[in-house]
């Protein structure tokens, strides 16, 4: 697949079909993460891989956007390490790309993911925290839900011209 075909084609899928993904798609998927640019290429990214329906129920009852989880076969909890990002704050903007190319990835080999946020939610961080028993200097990012998908979505055109300034606002 072409990068800008991802890139125009993906959309958050939520239903997946029982198919399980493997151990070689994740890690494809986590390769892809690591090939992402970070600030001063400090890459302060920390990768949980989980597939336990117990973890899935824990995360859903702190998360109120994160009920595809149900329906996952696979999940991984991106985090930042504050020992190894920049500078303060540039961790989450490094996984946000690192986010991103997982998702990107997951498109292009047939997978259906969806982002669930963590940062900058408190109370998401605190629970998300506690649930992967995360050491002090690590941070929950983000959730991507994984799974062959069972739902076709449509690409809307989000092009706006009106969005574009030249040179000054």
């Known amino acids: ?15 997946y079909t029982s198919e ?9 998927l986590l390769k892809a993460a690591m090939y992402a640019p970070s600030a001063v ?16 129920r824990q995360i ?11 329906k996952a076969n696979a999940a ?4 930042w390490d504050d020992n ?8 989450p903007v490094d996984c946000a790309a ?18 669930a946020g963590i940062y900058p939610r408190q109370q998401r961080m605190e629970a998300i925290h506690r649930i992967f028993n995360l050491a002090d200097h690590i941070h929950g990012f983000s959730i991507i839900a994984l799974g062959f998908p069972a739902e ?13 300034h030249l040179e000054k606002w």
Request: charged share 25%; aromatic share 8%.
């Open 1 to 15: 697949m072409e990068a800008l075909e991802a890139i125009f084609n993906r959309r958050s899928i939520r239903q």
């Open 41 to 56: 290429n400090k890459q302060p990214w920390e990768f949980i891989v989980f597939r336990s329906p117990e973890t899935m």
């Open 76 to 79: 991984i909890l991106v985090c």
């Open 84 to 91: 190894r990002q920049h500078d303060v704050g540039y961790g």
């Open 98 to 115: 690192a986010t991103q190319n997982i998702l990107l990835a997951a498109h292009s080999i047939g997978l259906g993911a969806v982002w």
């Open 60 to 70: 859903i009852e702190v998360h109120p956007y994160a009920s595809m989880l149900l």
């Open 20 to 28: 399980q993904v493997t151990d070689d798609k994740i890690e494809l």
């Open 152 to 164: 076709q979505r449509t690409t809307p055109d989000r092009f706006d011209k009106h969005k574009i």
